[in-house]
């Protein structure tokens, strides 16, 4: 790339190119060659990375709330953006502007000498440098997928977690539970602490965990949650001391990657504060289960996009919001399980509108329903309830007829559509 002090963010972007997930095969010399050059590692003192299938954005903001609840300087990487890139990149809790993104982008570039780095590489590079000018004490890094080859392993982490570990990005990552713990588990260091967010812990990541002595906190082993009918409760521990917490605020976020956020705050902290977890809990995570009202109507938009991720919505929506059945509008990646995000989330579905997804890894609306309809365990039921609308405005019209201003109305299947969704209602408001 050429230097040109005229260039605004969306000239950079555009000449970043797009983002894919086969870029994580390129594996990190390059990528930590322009980091030791530009001296950004570690890029604070103490460095949490955060991996895993699903929960992996919430938990990075609901630690990165903690922190700053408890008086921090934080620096934090969020992957993929919603709807601007500078979602990407966060300072004390707010996005990073313009400016300081492009100056980033201009010191990577110097640093590159003729090193080539691909859109996730340079957006790394420049948090890292962003998080340098800031002196931030605590960072929070979001792997982009995987692991073991994501851009964010280059730095050492002082706590590793993984939030979860189910089937996706099969074609880069494995088609096994396995063979993806496998990546994953490329974000542990010797002797460094990893939390561990769910029940089931693949051997992949046992073995890889036990052969470099690392303390594991796994959930429902090391810390619990749980919800009354007002309240949240919680525990965690810290090597032999144990932290109980009764009568806490039910979080916004999933239960159960907020229980991770707190394990790790107390392992960082030496047990946080009650205030900062109710400071907390109250903070909406955009496209996680969340609601925006507009004109009475209720949306709950979810970036869910793989079948396990919706089963895990299911379950979150039906505790939390006691729904039964609602108009629902999809729409998914030609690299995705249509029908396995769908069919996770059948139990919820009164009538389905599919729209079409646009970029490199877009799909139309008919094929999309077609993927769904082909596979054998779609139920008479969901295949009438099918609705095809190509173009996303008139998809988001056929709904506002099609529903009364009390009903609710569930988006999910991509970050894109997503992102639509929330600039739409947006704009409604």
């Not at 002090?5 to 000239?11: A, F, T, V």
């Not at 100056?103 to 890292?128: C, D, M, R, S």
């Not at 880069?172 to 496998?182: K, Q, V």
């Amino acid at each position: 790339m050429t230097k040109n002090n005229s260039m605004e963010l969306d000239d950079w972007l555009q000449k970043l190119g797009n983002e894919n997930p086969k870029d994580v095969l390129g594996g990190l010399e390059r990528v930590r060659s322009v980091a030791k050059r530009m001296g950004v590692l570690p890029p604070a003192k103490r460095n949490i990375v955060v991996g895993g299938t699903n929960g992996k954005g919430s938990t990075t903001f609901f630690l990165e709330k903690l922190l700053l609840t408890s008086g921090k300087k934080v620096g934090a990487t969020l992957s993929p953006h919603i709807n601007r890139f500078n979602e990407r990149i966060r300072v004390d809790g707010a996005d990073a502007d313009d400016r300081s993104i492009i100056n980033a982008f201009e010191i990577v570039e110097k640093a590159q000498e003729g090193t080539p780095l691909n859109y996730f590489e340079f957006a790394i590079l420049a948090a890292l440098e962003i998080f340098r000018q800031n002196e931030v004490e605590y960072c929070v890094l979001e792997v982009g997928l995987g692991g073991r080859l994501d851009a964010v392993n280059i730095i050492d982490a002082d706590i590793s977690v993984i939030t979860s570990i189910g089937l996706d990005h099969q074609n880069y990552l494995g088609n096994t539970r396995e063979s993806i713990g496998f990546e994953k588990a490329g974000i542990l260091r010797h002797g460094v602490p990893l939390v561990y967010g769910e029940r089931d812990m693949p051997l992949s990541v046992k073995k890889k965990a036990e052969s470099l002595c690392v303390p594991v906190y796994q959930y429902e082993s090391a810390y619990f949650q749980a919800e009354t009918s007002r309240f949240w409760t919680l525990k965690t521990r810290i090597s032999d001391r144990t932290f109980e917490r009764s009568q806490l605020s039910i979080p916004l976020i999933a239960k159960e990657n907020a229980a991770t956020a707190i394990q790790v705050a107390d392992l960082l902290l030496q047990d946080v504060s009650n205030e900062a977890i109710e400071e907390a809990a109250c903070v909406n995570f955009p496209g996680r289960a969340e609601v925006i009202e507009v004109k009475g109507r209720r949306w709950i938009l979810d970036v869910a996009h793989n079948p396990d991720g919706a089963k895990f919505l299911n379950k979150q929506l039906s505790d939390r919001y006691r729904i039964n059945t609602t108009m629902c509008l999809f729409a998914c990646f030609q690299d995705k399980d249509s029908a396995g995000i769908v069919l996770a989330m059948e139990s919820l579905i009164g009538r389905l509108v599919i729209t079409s997804s646009h970029g490199d890894r877009g799909q139309t609306a008919r094929i999309t329903a077609q993927k769904i309809r082909e596979s054998r365990q779609v139920s008479r039921k969901l295949e009438e309830s099918i609705v095809i609308q190509e173009d996303f405005y008139s998809a988001v019209e056929y709904i506002g007829n099609k529903t009364q201003s009390t009903d609710t109305v569930l988006v999910f299947g991509s970050f894109s559509l997503i992102g639509r969704m929330r600039e739409f209602l947006r704009r409604q408001q």
